[in-house]
């Protein structure tokens, strides 16, 4: 039998929706999980004003600066990138995050969760800020929550990254 992929699960998350998804998921995947962190003020997006800066941070494509992975990236087979959609946009702290750890990721999987519009264009700003096709993606609206079939949606996006990081193992032996 062949060993377990190392999976770590990564996210950004304002309001507590996506750090739940990110939990539920890195326990479902046996995977390392950690917060993408900002430092001393910049972590401020709590009320209406931090809310207006998110807005504005994600429209005006501002690079903000977060703090480095606690974790090896590189030790991993895959890393999967959550983040909450602004405004049909990643959440800056999630763009900034991955353009600095881009060469460090071997594969790439991507989720976001939403209200419930504009989940593709975020998704693709990830995956082109890592300048990598993604293994999978997922996307969680508040209507999944609701309907409780969030939970449909993150296993089948657990299964479709381990399926695809199996076919590359088989690949690689080959070559
Ligand atoms: C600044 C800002 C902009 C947002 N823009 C969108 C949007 O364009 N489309 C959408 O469906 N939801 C939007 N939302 C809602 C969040 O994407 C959604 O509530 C998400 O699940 C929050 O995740 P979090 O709790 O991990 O921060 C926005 C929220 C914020 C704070």
């Given at each position: 039998m062949s060993a377990a992929h190392k999976i770590l699960v990564v996210y950004y998350s304002r309001s507590g929706t996506t750090q739940r998804i990110a939990e539920l998921l890195a326990s479902e995947l046996g995977a390392d999980i950690e917060a993408i962190r900002e430092p001393g003020e910049h972590a401020a997006r709590r009320g209406a004003?931090?809310?207006v800066r998110s807005l504005l941070d994600a429209l005006r494509h501002r690079?903000?600066?977060?703090?480095?992975?606690?974790?090896?990236?590189?030790?991993?087979?895959?890393?999967v990138v959550g983040?909450?959609?602004?405004?049909?946009?990643?959440?800056?702290?999630a763009?900034?995050?991955?353009?600095?750890?881009?060469?460090?990721?071997r594969h790439l999987a991507l989720f976001c969760t939403l209200g419930g519009r504009g989940s593709q264009p975020a998704l693709d700003q990830m995956a082109k800020a890592v300048g990598k096709t993604p293994l999978a993606v997922c996307a969680v609206t508040a209507h999944d929550l609701r309907r409780r079939i969030d939970g449909t949606k993150r296993q089948g996006f657990g299964q479709k990254i381990r399926h695809r990081l199996a076919k590359l193992r088989q690949t690689e032996w080959i070559e």
């Open positions: 004003r931090g809310y690079d903000v600066r977060v703090m480095p992975p606690i974790h090896d990236l590189s030790a991993y087979d895959a890393v983040t909450p959609v602004w405004a049909s946009h990643a959440s800056a702290p763009v900034a995050w991955l353009k600095a750890q881009h060469a460090h990721i």
